[in-house]
Every structure is written in C-alpha cells, then in structure tokens.
C-alpha cells in the first residue's frame, strides 16, 4: 500500500483530548507517539484525503480504529481500481517478453488519457490531442469555472468539521460512518448536514451566482 506520509498535503489536523479537530503543522501532524498500553491499547492512527488535501492525526480510541480500517479499505479499494486502470492489456500474454524497459508495446494500458502529453523516443517534444468539440459553448465552461471558483471559496471559509462533513456528502458516505468520523449521532449527522446547506447558501457569492 502506498506511503501516505510522504504526501504534501495543503492542511494539517490533529484531534485533541476532547475530539476537536484542530490544524497543526506536519511535523506535528506525523509526530511519533507512545506505544501502545494497557491504558490505551489503541496505537496511533491517520486519516488521508490526498484528494481533498488534507490529513488528520486521529486520537488512539476505538473510535479512530473503526475510522482508520474504514479509510484504509477506501485507499487500498482506490490504489486497486487505478492500477487495474493503467495496467499493461499484454501482461502476462504470449505478446510479453517479461522486460517492461525495452517492450515495443509500452504504455498500452486499458484506458487512454486525451488530455496527457505524450513523447517519441525519437523526438524530444512533446505532443498533445485536443479532440475537438463543436458543441462546446464558451460561455458555459466560463460560467463553470467561475462556478468551482466560488464553490472552493465557499469551502475554504468552512471549518475543518464542515470540509469533512462536504466531502463526505460528496463520496456519498453512510450515515454511520460519517457519525463515527465527526464523533456525533446518526441525527447529529442530519441537523450537520441542514446547517450546512444553510452556510453554502448564505455565503453572498454563491447566492449572487445561483441568482442570475
């Protein structure tokens, strides 16, 4: 499984005594900890999100150990599904020769990807494909990038709790799971969820912007 420590993360958190989630630095973030005891049993777990930027050091409970083996399965089930994406269609056929570094038929993976430059060994540029699009309306993808900058905006004014709550609702998350992450009921997670609706919608951006 991949290293998620070595990742550059955009924020840092680390949960207190009392369960808040406050930002820290990453050598903070990463420091080491006791070992486990048998006062606390519980050894020191990590919450990724290299997506969304952002690492948590959670507090050794049993809590943080059901959130750790959750997060853990979501990476290794995402590592699976990039590396069966890209792996090599001629693996382990009668078309390998076994030495990846001097295959004729390199880089033929299952998915190919439109907007990622390629080189030729003979050449030193390197070229692009643009496919092109005549239904494309210009005012539209103006109008969708202002839209995502407004959106991050109004992310970004979020509390840490908030972001993890948003990104949650955007993995489509169980309830339960979700509860357990933000250390609250299953209707706790329901009324988190109006009152966040209400921030969005109040922020004067996005408001101006879904009013036009």
Known sequence: MKNYQRVNYRKYYAQDENGNYVEVDRKTCFASSEPPTEDNPYKQRWFYDEEAGYVVRLSRTKESEDIHRFNSTSLKREERYRNRKFACIYKDTNKCNQDCDRCKCKNTSRTVELDKNW???????????????????????????????????????????????????????????VAKLLGITVDGVRYRELQLRKKLLSNKNLKDFLEK
């Open 119 to 177: 080189a030729n060994d003979n050449d030193e540029k390197d070229s692009f494909f643009t496919p092109a699009d005549d239904s494309q309306d210009i005012l539209n993808i103006l109008e969708d990038k202002e839209l995502r900058s407004i959106l991050q905006s109004a992310f970004e004014s979020l509390s840490f709790e908030d972001q993890l709550l948003f990104n949650c609702l955007i993995e489509k998350k169980a309830k339960k799971v």
